[in-house]
């Protein structure tokens, strides 16, 4: 069904609803933000190019903390480094709830390691963590797994002998080989048919769950989730990376040898077993399998999409690259694989991937939180249950903290000396208790990724870089790189 007929839709149901309910109510004193229509709440103010550059242009009249209704329900929004860092980091506990991501929230309703809340969220952060610590450090590092994942790239970027190709799939197979031989104990072939149609769900999902129709969704979906639509291809996408999960767990179970864990699923199964007579314990089948969908596609679809950012922007800005090079050369030369250690002793391709991150923005609105309980934040008290949006854009393009918010600029990183500066502004990855959870492995995986590359490989497009378009296919949620065409040229 066309999206303006379920817009129209939407908006028969509103007016209808209008004589039954009268205007949206909440409790406690909320920041101030535009006056909301019952039903529609602030529908008329949002802005056709979708929910960041709304927000944005609120924040121009209502300062950096304010509330916009997202139909009938109030969510504050965070703007600019210190709202969002007050919030996040200085009351890290209250503001540490996971709010719902209406699409993904059929799928999850409040389970897995990402969208749970609570003692549930505590226990499965706590678990996650640890045994992700402990198969990234065992009999092979996760250092030496992505170095192994990296040279097979090479290898597979080799035989392209320099012909146009498009980077997402492989981008995608590398990062989803590193979470899959933490969580499953195995990586997959390039080529590997089941392989890639997972990967091809999660890829689509995201844009998905990105574009304008998953914006309007997240404002009506109470009444849209009644008609087709996308989030219907969203929910079968995400079911079939289920199915795959729930073989991979049965294949554990028969194999379970409770002496040697192979991984994270085999860990989990015997954190089961000792827990089966606690009738409490959130150690079950429906946790592994949404913890394991939640890592299986954040590990994939945040690390690959930056690479592919990243590399745009190596075509776009050649000269960029060409100094990383240079470092990689004086540091690494070409005789050995580029290793972490190599991290400190190269500060122009650490602001490089830094900034690719900045730029690229990733998470554009953040994922939704929630307060925990009655929360007085700058002289408002927010009730307990509320959604909180912090803005990451808002941070990582604040003009207080990066000359040229704007630019694609690795200096925004530098000192005057050339040394890397730490940025308070620079938050990717979120900030305070909801951190990402793999933000240590995806750092790992951007650095060894992007220089192995770049040692072994001069990237050319066919498109002159002052004629490359870096405006995203889709901005919503997640924002999504537009395709493109590179040449891995072997030196």
């Known amino acids: 069904m066309e999206l303006s007929v379920l817009l129209l839709l939407a908006l028969l149901t509103g007016l209808f609803l209008l004589l039954v309910r009268g205007h949206p109510k909440a409790s406690g004193h909320l920041p101030p933000g535009p006056h909301p229509l019952p039903f529609l709440g602030n529908l008329l103010q949002m802005d056709r190019r979708g929910l960041l550059n709304s927000f944005l242009r609120l924040r121009e009249k209502y300062g950096d903390v304010f509330t916009v209704y997202l139909g009938p329900r109030p969510v504050v929004m965070l703007c600019g480094t210190e709202a969002i860092r007050e919030a996040l980091v200085d009351q890290a506990e209250d503001f540490s709830g996971r709010g719902k991501i209406s699409m993904v929230d059929p799928v999850f309703q409040g389970y897995g390691v990402i969208f749970a809340n609570g003692e549930r969220w505590r226990t499965l952060r706590r678990f996650s963590l640890a045994t992700m610590r402990d198969f990234g450090m065992g009999k092979r590092s996760i250092e030496e797994r992505i170095q192994e994942e990296a040279q097979c790239l090479v290898e597979e970027l080799r035989k392209s002998k320099g012909a146009l190709v498009d980077p997402t799939f492989l981008f995608q197979s590398i990062t989803a080989n590193i979470i899959c031989s933490i969580v499953f104990g195995e990586r997959f072939d390039y080529k590997d048919r089941e392989f890639l149609r997972l990967l091809d769900m999660f890829y689509q999902s995201f844009a998905l769950i990105s574009s304008f129709s998953g914006q309007v969704f997240e404002l009506f979906s109470n009444v849209l989730k009644h008609f087709p639509g996308t989030h219907r291809q969203v929910y079968e996408n995400l079911q079939e990376v289920l199915t795959f999960?729930?073989?991979?767990?049965?294949?554990?179970?028969?194999?379970?040898?409770?002496?040697?864990?192979?991984?994270?699923?085999?860990?989990?199964?015997?954190?089961?077993?000792?827990?089966?007579?606690n009738l409490q314990s959130e150690f079950h089948h429906k946790n592994l399998a949404l913890t394991l969908l939640s890592l299986f596609f954040a590990g994939t679809e945040t690390t690959s999409t930056t690479l592919r950012y990243g590399f745009l922007l190596m075509l776009k800005y050649p000269h960029v690259a060409e100094r990383v090079k240079e470092e990689i050369a004086q540091v690494i030369g070409s005789h050995r694989p580029?290793?972490?250690?190599?991290h400190s002793k190269m500060p122009y391709t650490e602001a490089v991937i830094y900034e690719i991150q900045r730029f690229g923005d990733l998470l554009p609105i953040g994922v939704p939180h929630i307060v925990t309980k009655d929360t007085v934040f700058r002289g408002y008290l927010i009730p307990k249950n509320t959604e909180v949006y912090p803005i990451l854009s808002s941070a990582l393009h604040d003009p207080h903290y990066f000359e040229e918010p704007d630019t694609f600029?690795?200096?925004?990183?530098?000192?005057?000396?050339?040394?890397?500066?730490?940025?308070?502004?620079?938050?990717?990855?979120?900030?305070?208790?909801?951190?990402?959870?793999?933000?240590?492995?995806?750092?790992?995986?951007?650095?060894?990724?992007?220089?192995?590359?770049l040692q072994n490989f001069s990237v050319a497009s066919p498109v002159a870089p002052q004629d490359i378009d870096l405006t995203p296919r889709e901005s919503g949620v997640g924002r999504v790189p537009p395709t493109y065409q590179i040449r891995f040229l072997p030196h």
């Open 409 to 453: 600029n690795p200096d925004h990183f530098l000192d005057a000396n050339g040394a890397l500066k730490k940025n308070e502004a620079f938050i990717p990855f979120s900030a305070g208790k909801r951190i990402c959870l793999g933000e240590g492995i995806a750092r790992n995986e951007l650095f060894l990724f992007f220089t192995t590359i």
């Open 338 to 342: 580029p290793a972490l250690d190599d």
């Open 245 to 277: 999960i729930g073989h991979s767990v049965e294949k554990h179970r028969a194999t379970l040898d409770p002496s040697a864990p192979r991984d994270f699923i085999d860990a989990y199964l015997l954190r089961m077993d000792k827990e089966k007579s």
